[in-house]
């Protein structure tokens, strides 16, 4: 069974604040990805990453940057936290070897910017 | 551009009813594929099914299979026999194989609701 997990599971943050998202997987996974959840809707792509000390942006990574130290960990880094940041964050993997690109997701953290 | 849309923001039946949820999604990728995932009420997103733009034969998996029509870029989600434990927040999600693995573009989800 795949396991990603996520820390920490919920935050508040202060306007202008940094925070940092973490993300570990034991999987053995080559691909990590960061989503972002906003009420109501669907999760949005802002960074992944295919392999260790390397990251891509996705479709939204303004106000963000991301981490790759290792295979296993993934982390989001809010410098300057915002109002409109305020939402849920997934953190998955997945594993190229398995050819169905099947994502497997951490537990989200809820983040609310006061 | 890419862009998923479900329709039906939510949805309910009763126990033991079959059940379809419809996604529409917008491509001019030939190779691609839509993935159906679930997110319990814990916030926890599943991995349903998924169905390749090449293959013709709608794909099957337990209780679920899905109706694939391509030329309306239609997928639609079936659940058989359903149950109280199918609620939930159903995602249908695009990968294009020309995009790197793993970037789906999610629809806005449809809320379920099996009722007993």
């Known amino acids: 069974e795949a396991a990603v997990t996520q820390s920490p599971r919920s935050k508040v943050a202060v306007t202008g604040g940094k925070v940092t998202l973490s993300c570990h997987q034991t999987?053995?996974?080559?691909?990590m990805y960061w989503y972002r959840q906003d009420t109501g809707h669907g999760l949005r792509l802002i960074h992944y990453?295919?392999?260790?000390?390397?990251?891509e942006k996705g479709d939204i990574p303004d106000g963000y940057k991301a981490s790759r130290p290792s295979q296993e960990n993934f982390s989001l880094i809010l410098e300057l936290a915002s109002l409109s940041q305020t939402a849920v964050y997934f953190c998955?993997?997945?594993?190229?070897?398995?050819?169905?690109?099947?994502?497997?997701f951490g537990s989200g953290t809820r983040l609310t910017v006061l | 551009a890419q862009r998923v849309t479900q329709v039906q923001p939510t949805g309910s039946s009763q126990w033991g009813e079959e059940v379809t949820l419809d996604c529409s999604y917008e491509?001019?990728?030939?190779?691609?594929?839509i993935f159906w995932y679930r997110q319990l009420f814990s916030g926890e997103m599943v991995f349903l099914i998924y169905?390749?733009?090449?293959?013709?034969q709608n794909q099957r998996s337990g209780r679920y299979s899905v109706v694939f029509q391509k030329s309306f870029k239609s997928i639609s989600l079936v659940i058989s026999a359903s149950q109280p434990e199918d609620s939930g927040t159903y995602f249908c999600?695009?990968?294009?194989?020309?995009?790197?693995?793993?970037?789906?573009?999610f629809g806005q989800g449809t809320k379920l609701s099996i009722k007993p």
């Open positions: 169905q390749p733009s090449f293959d013709t």
């Open positions: 999600a695009l990968s294009e194989l020309s995009y790197n693995q793993g970037k789906l573009i």
């Open positions: 998955a993997s997945s594993d190229d070897r398995e050819g169905t690109e099947t994502l497997y």
């Open positions: 990453s295919y392999v260790a000390d390397s990251t």
């Open positions: 491509t001019s990728e030939y190779f691609y594929r």
């Open positions: 999987n053995n996974h080559d691909y």
